[in-house]
């Protein structure tokens, strides 16, 4: 399914849409603020074993990262976010950043057993922000870039609907994406390691 919703003013009724497909374990694409992302609802083991899949990775090395609706949701997934990281965490988001923090037990044992950490995402974009708040929890979230695929794949939705038509269960078309992934920031330490230069400008956060 490939349904077509304008990012400046997305439709509920659209958006509910992709939701009741969230719940029922689907797995979706959608625009961000940077590339495209691959998702499903957190909670759906199955969901997240298919992206894995896809991804040709084992779920527990997949690095998935999860997209929150605002800060406020952040403790609930993060054991433990210091003063620093989180005026880090408040400059940069809704942002071009990926923050990873320490995992607390809220998140599934798929994402954290091989390691206790967790990516954070809150885009500075309407759609998927917006199926969060619909949802009533987080979705993950994947940069479907591989390195040998043709950039375009990318940034047009109507050619990713081609090459994941058969693999996903939608895409949502909302314009053409940003060719730059997110700005990875490692937290979990305690001191900010900047693992991925992306679309995110470092310097914003101090």
């Known amino acids: 399914m490939l349904i077509r919703i304008y990012p400046e003013n997305p439709n509920e009724r659209d ?3 992709v939701v009741d497909i969230l719940r029922d374990g689907g797995v979706i694409i959608y625009p961000t603020d940077t590339v495209y992302g691959m998702g499903c609802d957190i909670n759906n083991k199955k969901a997240v074993e298919r992206i894995a899949k896809i991804k040709g ?3 527990e090395k997949a690095n998935l990262s999860i997209i929150c609706y605002d800060l406020s949701h952040i403790t ?3 054991k433990h976010v210091d003063n620093r990281t989180f005026k880090m965490m408040k400059k940069g988001l ?3 950043f990926t923050f990873i923090l320490e995992a607390s037990s809220s998140i599934p044992k798929i994402f954290t057993a091989k390691k206790k950490t967790i990516g954070i995402r809150i885009p500075e974009h309407s759609i998927p922000r917006e199926l969060v708040r619909l949802l009533g929890n987080p979705i993950v979230t994947t940069s479907i870039r591989d390195e040998d695929d043709i950039i375009e794949y990318s940034t ?8 994941f038509e058969g693999l996903v269960d939608c895409v949502i078309d909302g314009g053409y994406g940003n060719q730059v992934a997110s700005t990875i920031v490692d937290c979990s330490s305690g001191e900010a390691e900047v693992i991925r230069e992306g679309l995110g400008n470092v310097e914003d956060l101090y």
């Not at 047009?156 to 090459?163: A, G, N, W």
């Open 15 to 17: 958006l509910l849409k």
């Open 57 to 59: 990775l084992k779920p």
């Open 94 to 96: 809704p942002g071009p």
């Open 76 to 78: 609930d997934f993060a």
């Open 156 to 163: 047009d939705p109507e050619l990713i609907y081609e090459k």
